[in-house]
Structures are given as C-alpha cells and as structure tokens.
C-alpha cells in the first residue's frame, strides 16, 4: 500500500472559482491532541508514532465514532521541527520493534505514513482512502474537507505530528558541514535562520508604514494570555509564564528585528480531526462546525525572498479567494486565527483579509487597541504558535472549539463564534479553512 | 567572514565557474527575456527548459534591505555575529535579487538604497564567491 500525496487539482488556488462546491457540506466533529514536550525522550511511549496514535483515538472519541466506522486518513508524512536523526547514530530498535514496523525504520520516529498507523491501529479496518497532505496541518485539513466533499471517504481522520530531538533548531548537520552544495549556497551560504526572510519584511513594512517593533507587544501578549488558557498548549502544560511587554522588548535577537519570541519554541505534539459529511455530522456527539471553504496559495517570490510588495498583493489574493469560495465578507468573520509562527507576518494575513476593516499598514496600530477575546475584535484567541508552540495547528483546534462553544476559559465572549478563518503558514503560500456555526 | 566551501552542482555549475572567473552571470530564458535566481532547470515563466542560458552581469547594483543575524545555524559564521545580510537588486533587473554579508560595512550600519558593486570572495574550499560592497 503506498498512499499519494495530494494532487494538486484539489485545492483551490486561483481566483474566480467561486463558491466553494462543498460549501456546508463537509464538518469538523471531533478534536484530539496528544500531550506536548520540548523533546523526545527516547522512550516508545513517547515517541511521534505513538502520540499520533493518542490524538486519533482522541479524536475518535470527542466525535462519538467508532473506529470501524472511519473509512478515510489524511496525514502530512513530515514531522521534523528542524530536528533530523543524526547521521551514523544508532537507529533506537527498541523503540522501533516495539511496533509493526514498515519499511522505512525511522517511520514514527522521525516521519509518519498512514502505513505505519494502519498497521498499528488495527481497529481502522475499514479506512480505504489514505493520502498525504504534505506540510501541515493547514494544507492536511484541505485534502481532508475536499475528499469528503467529493466522496472520496465519508468519515476522515486527519493528522499532524512533531517530533523534536536532542540539539538546536536547525543546527548540526549541513549547517555544521565545511561545504554546502551549488544550489543550496545561493541563499544558504549567508547562515540566516529560519526568521530571516520575515524579519527582512518586517523591516520593509516598517519603514514603509513608520511602524516600530514594540508595538508588536500588545500582540505577543494577548497571544501568549491565550495560549495559557489552551490546556493542550506547550506553555500552559510546562511553563505557565506570561509574556510582558518588557520581557518582549528585553529578548535577544535572532535576525533582527526578529527577537527571540517573535520565533515559536520547537515541541512534540499531534493533533487530530475528525471529518464527515454534513448529514453524517448530525448524528454525532459533538456539535458540527460546517466548512465554509478551502483556499490556497501557491505564489512564488520573483527572486530569493518575497519582497513586501510581493506579499500584500498575495494576501490579498488568498483573501479574495477566501471570501469568494466561501460566499462571504471581510465583516462576516466573527474572529481570525491566521498563522503566527513567525509572529512578525501575523499582521500581513490579517491585512489581506481586512479584518475588522484593517488596511495594509494598519494591524500594528490595530494591535494597540482592544484585541482580546473579551473583545469586539478578537485576534488569534488560540494563542497561536506564540502562545502554545509550534505546532501550526492550534488556530484550526481553536475555531473548531469557539465555534462549538467549548474553548474554555478562551471563549470569546465579545462577540458570537459564527465564522472564523485559519490557515497558513506563509502570507505568500499556504493554505486556509473558513468555519461555520451554519452550513448556510 | 569564513563562509563554507561551495561545491557546484549541475544547475549552478556555470554561476561558479564564472565567479572563478571574477564574473557575475545569472540565468536568463532567451524565450522570455527575462533573468532569474536563484537558478531552476526550466524558466519560471515559460516552463522551457531549452532556452536558458547564462546571461553577464555589469557587477552593480543597490541595497534593498537587511538584516542582522545574531544566532544564525552556520558553525563556521558564528565567531562573526552580529553580521548583516544584505539584499541587493541588480542594476539590470531589480526584481532579482543576491545575499550579501557588505564586506567593510559594520554590523546594522547598513545603507539601504545605496550602490554596491559586486567582488569575489573565496570560499573555505577556495570557490569564488559573488559578495558585494559598498560604493564610496
């Protein structure tokens, strides 16, 4: 068995398709996540494989679904943070042997396939539909929402794990090398990090809009207040430790001007959906958000990153095709949980959306007026990867759970959860969810 | 600033061998008219993979943008930070773009707009480099 990745014909990436074919008739019902950690600890029960298998037991159970019942899976194969298996170091067998193994050894480990969990999860005996929504959970929920839509499965599973190994981010390996490949040194040759490009837009932005980088404080902490009311979020599970202006402002740099918390903390986690028809969804324990619409961008910057021109007239193309396949407006959105992971493009998405009437220029005065959940203009009410860590799914788990009124203390209370839109990761490329109280 | 050795591959071969040469060239679809980089195996545009070719660089151009890297993953860079990155527009197409750590100009004293000319810069493994400099 070997499962395809998504073609591309399944996504909605040009403008002028409109309303979304499935729209309302594809549901979100069940949620499942795994516990976090900074890291693997070598031990099975712990390991990428396993916490995948938690969340989608969780995810089973939230939705009231019997295992045989689920005849669809969607994962994304990839699950490094920037943490890959050393080179030369022993495969850890124990851990491998205590599962049905495939024939790649460090599957669940380090990378997952929905051949690994069929083997391992012997009550799916009835999932005939497998397929690989590769790069995050973003693009996984799409697959998923439009499988369903076509008929292509009728109760999906979909998933995404992290694991995170012993070292730094992205350190090690070829960065460590005396050489690096003719292709790779054009951009890699110059050792910036992973928040290089974004801070190099922010920068841009700034000096365009005569913004500065501490008015991104009220952003980090109303993001980081959030995530702390997230109880599966890495920062409310180990260190429940608000973020203050002044420890914002006091963080060392990256890439300036990106800073230390402007970039995510690197965790283990998974979390898993449950998907279903509209009508399945009626019948189900848990109250069915409706999918709105899917959307993506697959834009390219012109030369080695995406200058600020490039990216505003991106996010407000993925807009247009947010708000048309969807069959609504900027002022339909009852709250946004666009990606944070950098935390400086935030305010791009939410631009290009127009969110509460925000125009390009406009978020970082936007972030100093009331954006909390007890608000008229929620932003990110799940924390985002700044309040709960990278996972680049906390803002899909957080719409679902608004919107069925079971966010907890993060309820929003300022205004009613009726629709809300998710996605990203990149303002130029990535892929987006709009969510309904309503299928209507 | 001790950067790795560059090992040219297939796609970049002709981008090195010229910066052993002491020239810049980037590629360019004769089809389209029209420059790109970083390289591809086909034009970005047409999708050809029969009309690149190696097109001459005059070798100036401006500062777009920067930033400063302060923890950045290169082993070998790291004695040098805080250093810049620089983006620089060529003065042929300012819509492509090269990475340059402006040699002589200090830590976040950059000036954006300003015009840089390009020089060669060799690798730990001897492999010329295109790198840019301030023009005073």
Same mark, same amino acid.
């Given at each position: 068995?070997?499962?395809?990745?998504?073609?591309? #014909?399944?996504?909605?990436?040009?403008?002028?398709?409109?309303?979304?074919?499935?729209?309302?008739?594809?549901?979100?019902?069940?949620?499942?996540?795994?516990?976090?950690?900074?890291?693997?600890?070598?031990?099975?029960?712990?390991?990428?494989?396993?916490?995948?298998?938690?969340?989608?037991?969780?995810?089973?159970? =939230?939705?009231?679904?019997?295992?045989?019942?689920?005849?669809?899976?969607?994962? =994304?194969?990839?699950?490094?943070?920037?943490?890959?298996?050393?080179?030369?170091?022993?495969?850890?067998?124990?851990?491998?042997?205590?599962?049905?193994?495939?024939?790649?050894?460090?599957?669940?480990? &380090?990378?997952?396939?929905?051949?690994?969990?069929?083997?391992?999860?012997?009550?799916?005996?009835?999932?005939?539909?497998?397929?690989?929504?590769?790069?995050?959970?973003?693009?996984?929920?799409?697959?998923?929402?439009?499988?369903?839509?076509?008929?292509? &499965?009728?109760?999906?599973?979909?998933?995404? #794990?992290?694991?995170?190994?012993?070292?730094?981010?992205?350190?090690?390996?070829?960065?460590?090398?005396?050489?690096?490949?003719?292709?790779?040194?054009?951009?890699?040759?110059?050792?910036?990090?992973?928040?290089?490009?974004?801070?190099?837009?922010?920068?841009?932005?700034?000096?365009?809009?005569?913004?500065?980088?501490?008015?991104?404080?009220?952003?980090?902490?109303?993001?980081?207040?959030?995530?702390?009311?997230?109880?599966?979020?890495?920062?409310?599970?180990?260190?429940?430790?608000?973020?203050?202006?002044?420890?914002?402002?006091?963080?060392?740099?990256?890439?300036?001007?990106?800073?230390?918390?402007?970039?995510?903390?690197?965790?283990?986690?998974?979390?898993?959906?449950?998907?279903?028809?509209?009508?399945?969804?009626?019948?189900?324990?848990?109250?069915?958000?409706?999918?709105?619409?899917?959307?993506? #961008?697959?834009?390219?910057?012109?030369?080695?990153?995406?200058?600020?021109?490039?990216?505003?007239?991106?996010?407000?193309?993925?807009?247009?095709?947010?708000?048309?396949?969807?069959?609504?407006?900027?002022?339909?959105?009852?709250?946004?949980?666009?990606?944070?992971?950098?935390?400086? +493009?935030?305010?791009?998405?939410?631009?290009?959306?127009?969110?509460?009437?925000?125009?390009?220029?406009?978020?970082? =005065? +936007?972030?100093?007026?009331?954006?909390?959940?007890?608000?008229?203009?929620?932003?990110?009410?799940?924390?985002?990867?700044?309040?709960?860590?990278?996972?680049?799914?906390?803002?899909?788990?957080?719409?679902?759970?608004?919107?069925?009124?079971?966010?907890?203390?993060?309820?929003?209370?300022?205004?009613?959860?009726?629709?809300?839109?998710?996605?990203?990761?990149?303002?130029?490329?990535?892929?987006?969810?709009?969510?309904?109280? #309503?299928?209507? | 600033?001790?950067?790795?050795?560059?090992?040219?591959?297939?796609?970049?071969?002709?981008?090195?061998?010229?910066?052993?040469?002491?020239?810049?060239?980037?590629?360019?679809?004769?089809?389209?008219?029209?420059?790109?980089?970083?390289?591809?195996?086909?034009?970005?545009?047409?999708?050809?993979?029969?009309?690149?070719?190696?097109?001459?660089?005059?070798?100036?151009?401006?500062?777009?943008?920067?930033?400063?890297?302060?923890?950045?993953?290169?082993?070998?860079?790291?004695?040098?930070?805080?250093?810049?990155?620089?983006?620089?527009?060529?003065?042929?197409?300012?819509?492509?773009?090269?990475?340059?750590?402006?040699?002589?100009?200090?830590?976040?004293?950059?000036?954006?707009?300003?015009?840089?000319?390009?020089?060669?810069?060799?690798?730990?493994?001897?492999?010329?480099?295109?790198?840019?400099?301030?023009?005073?």
């Amino acid at each position: 068995m070997t499962t395809p990745d998504a073609p591309e #014909s399944m996504f909605r990436s040009e403008v002028g398709l409109g309303v979304w074919e499935h729209r309302g008739k594809v549901a979100a019902v069940g949620v499942g996540h795994a516990p976090t950690s900074r890291r693997w600890d070598g031990r099975a029960e712990t390991c990428v494989g396993q916490i995948s298998i938690d969340a989608l037991r969780q995810a089973m159970d =939230d939705a009231g679904v019997a295992p045989g019942d689920v005849d669809g899976l969607v994962i =994304d194969t990839h699950t490094t943070t920037g943490a890959f298996w050393p080179r030369g170091n022993p495969l850890p067998m124990e851990v491998i042997d205590s599962f049905n193994r495939t024939d790649e050894p460090l599957d669940g480990i &380090t990378q997952l396939s929905a051949e690994w969990i069929l083997k391992n999860m012997p009550e799916l005996k009835n999932v005939t539909f497998t397929m690989n929504g590769i790069g995050c959970m973003s693009r996984a929920i799409c697959v998923a929402a439009q499988a369903v839509g076509d008929g292509l &499965t009728g109760t999906c599973l979909v998933l995404k #794990s992290w694991h995170n190994l012993e070292g730094r981010y992205y350190q090690g390996g070829a960065a460590a090398a005396n050489t690096i490949g003719g292709t790779a040194a054009i951009r890699g040759l110059w050792g910036t990090p992973a928040c290089y490009g974004t801070a190099l837009q922010f920068a841009e932005y700034c000096c365009k809009y005569g913004k500065t980088h501490d008015m991104m404080a009220p952003f980090m902490e109303n993001s980081r207040r959030n995530g702390l009311m997230f109880p599966e979020g890495y920062w409310a599970q180990h260190r429940p430790e608000e973020l203050t202006e002044e420890d914002y402002l006091a963080a060392r740099w990256i890439a300036k001007p990106a800073s230390l918390f402007d970039n995510d903390i690197p965790i283990m986690v998974s979390a898993a959906y449950l998907y279903t028809t509209a009508e399945r969804a009626r019948d189900m324990k848990q109250k069915p958000v409706y999918i709105l619409n899917h959307a993506s #961008s697959r834009t390219r910057a012109r030369s080695l990153t995406p200058t600020l021109d490039e990216v505003e007239a991106d996010t407000a193309r993925t807009a247009h095709k947010i708000y048309e396949g969807a069959g609504i407006t900027a002022a339909d959105l009852s709250f946004e949980n666009m990606y944070d992971g950098f935390s400086l +493009f935030h305010q791009f998405h939410l631009e290009g959306l127009g969110y509460r009437g925000v125009g390009f220029g406009e978020a970082l =005065d +936007f972030y100093q007026t009331d954006i909390s959940i007890e608000g008229p203009s929620p932003v990110q009410p799940s924390g985002g990867n700044v309040g709960c860590g990278r996972s680049r799914f906390w803002m899909h788990t957080d719409c679902i759970q608004q919107i069925q009124g079971r966010a907890g203390d993060r309820q929003i209370t300022g205004v009613k959860p009726e629709v809300a839109v998710s996605g990203g990761p990149m303002p130029m490329g990535g892929d987006y969810t709009v969510w309904g109280a #309503s299928p209507d | 600033m001790a950067k790795q050795g560059v090992e040219p591959d297939e796609l970049t071969r002709e981008f090195w061998r010229a910066a052993n040469e002491d020239r810049l060239v980037i590629q360019n679809c004769k089809a389209c008219d029209r420059l790109q980089h970083p390289p591809l195996a086909r034009c970005s545009e047409c999708a050809s993979a029969d009309h690149l070719e190696w097109k001459p660089m005059c070798g100036r151009g401006t500062i777009y943008n920067y930033g400063v890297v302060h923890d950045g993953p290169i082993r070998s860079l790291h004695p040098d930070q805080p250093f810049n990155v620089a983006v620089i527009k060529l003065e042929e197409d300012a819509g492509i773009q090269m990475f340059s750590h402006l040699p002589g100009t200090p830590s976040d004293e950059v000036p954006v707009g300003a015009q840089v000319e390009v020089i060669f810069e060799a690798s730990e493994n001897g492999q010329k480099v295109p790198e840019w400099r301030v023009v005073t």
